[in-house]
């Protein structure tokens, strides 16, 4: 009997956060969508920057490199 209560405890808190979860994500999204129409109707063209190209070359610097001779010698 006691596994059947706590079984049907943890179903109740499963179906309680799915809930929850919905219920905010639904609330989240609405203030996005609330967000977006107040943001077009007080935003025109002319405020919105244009976008700026971005050079197609671009490298890291490259370090200059210096000769370097090495000597190995075998000591036998």
Not at 30 to 44: I, K, L, N, P, Y
Not at 48 to 61: N, S, Y
């Amino acid at each position: 009997m006691l596994h059947l209560y706590f079984g049907a405890f943890d179903i109740v808190l499963y179906l309680g956060g799915t809930y929850f979860a919905l219920v905010l994500s639904k609330a989240i999204c609405d203030s996005m969508d609330e967000g977006e129409v107040v943001q077009a109707v007080t935003t025109t063209a002319a405020e919105v920057a244009p976008m700026q190209p971005i050079p197609a070359h671009l490298a890291a610097p490259v370090a200059k490199r210096e000769d370097a001779s090495v000597k190995v010698s075998i000591n036998s």
